[in-house]
């Protein structure tokens, strides 16, 4: 486990510093010397070694700065991490920052949305890059989000075309989230429009969370299911998906044919079970290291402004891992052709669930939800 700065804020405000915006002070300011540009991240409780959401932030901060994940060099100096163990740090963590001068802060998820806007409207000057949102519209904030609906059909598609190579009957799938809302649905949404395309009548199921930090009842759900002839898990819930990993590779190493669908990052790594051989059998690729590159380097050109940017398979802002030899060269063949017709507007995937539920066979007693 990477070493984490973190910070414990006690604010005590005025009803003059909550009403006027507090001084601001470049942290380059004082340092003679430096041309770089700073940058916070600020995370919820899984922090940056979730292997997943934060990890994939975190390694777009590295990629800027030429840094490693082993070897962050300008750690402490242009750049560093905070985490917050409750929601209710994310006010104090997001002023002390904006107190602090960085160039840049980023917020790592929608969870942080409310307490983002009332920071923004408090310092105008300051930079905020937000991951997840698209609706704080504030001239100082930066919204990127994506379109992990055509990502997730994509893994759906692949665990549909393993099943029927495997010859499972009736084959089961499940989805896990971590917690509900809007864009967790886009992931399950997608993930099971992909499964349906393929096989009209699987049987789905569904379970959140309400965290994103609880591998522990995660790798119980997983248990239950896998139990119950689940064939594949797809978890949408940062460090608690890693559950579903670490159950999905008890079972392999025991010879159960069950498999784990990765998130965010490759997950191929984490689903190790032998020198060869992986539980988790395909990622989802959600870039939000592409969305951080993009942030730093609006700071860098000095052309940062407030607006909504969306990343979607034309982009390259998700995708998918195939690293799992697992996938035979057909169903990569045919992930790729499937890739296309979705970016060329031919395959059309819905991303809510409302907007899901008019489709013909899809379930109607999910927990998705299309607010938060």
Not at 89 to 106: C, K
Not at 235 to 255: D, M, P, V
Not at 306 to 313: F, K, P, S
């Amino acid at each position: 486990m990477k070493k984490i700065l973190f910070c414990v804020v006690i604010l005590g405000f005025t009803a003059a510093s909550v009403f006027s915006a507090p001084k601001q002070e470049n942290r380059n300011t004082q340092k003679a010397g430096t041309v770089d540009i700073t940058v916070r991240l600020l995370t919820d409780a899984s922090g940056i070694d979730d292997r997943s959401f934060n990890a994939a932030a975190w390694r777009g901060i590295l990629e800027f700065y030429g840094d490693t994940w082993n070897n962050p060099r300008k750690r402490g100096s242009a750049y560093d991490a905070v985490t917050a163990q409750t929601q209710d740090m994310y006010d104090p963590n997001i002023r002390q920052a904006s107190d602090e001068g960085y160039d840049l802060i980023v917020t790592a998820g929608f969870t942080f949305a409310d307490a983002l806007t009332g920071a923004a409207k408090d310092y105008p000057n300051q930079h905020y890059l937000i991951v997840d949102v698209d609706y704080v519209k504030l001239p100082n904030v930066l919204n990127i989000v994506f379109a992990e609906h055509e990502g997730s059909y994509l893994v759906g598609v692949a665990a549909a075309l393993k099943a029927v190579a495997d010859n499972i009957d009736n084959p089961k799938f499940g989805f896990i989230g971590g917690v509900p809302g809007p864009v967790i649905t886009k992931f399950e949404i997608g993930f099971i429009q992909g499964i349906l395309s393929v096989l009209p009548n699987a049987e789905i199921v569904d379970y959140y969370v309400n965290s994103w930090d609880e591998s522990g009842l995660v790798k119980t759900q997983a248990k239950t299911w896998y139990d119950s002839e689940v064939y594949a898990i797809y978890s949408a819930a940062g460090n608690s998906g890693n559950g579903t990993i670490a159950q999905a590779k008890e079972y392999r190493l025991q010879g159960r044919n069950v498999w784990a669908i990765g998130v965010d990052s490759d997950q191929y790594e984490e689903g190790r079970y032998t020198n060869t051989e992986s539980a988790v059998l395909v990622s989802m690729l959600k870039r939000v290291e592409t969305g951080v590159l993009y942030g730093l380097n609006m700071v860098k050109n000095k052309n940062f402004k407030g607006e909504v940017i969306t990343l979607d398979l034309k982009a390259d802002g998700v995708g998918y891992a195939v690293t799992n030899d697992a996938l035979t060269q057909d169903i990569k063949n045919k992930l790729e052709q499937i890739k296309g017709q979705i970016i060329s507007g031919e395959i059309h995937v819905a991303s809510s669930y409302t907007e899901a539920k008019q489709i013909p066979g899809f379930p109607q007693d999910l927990k998705a939800m299309d607010t938060e």
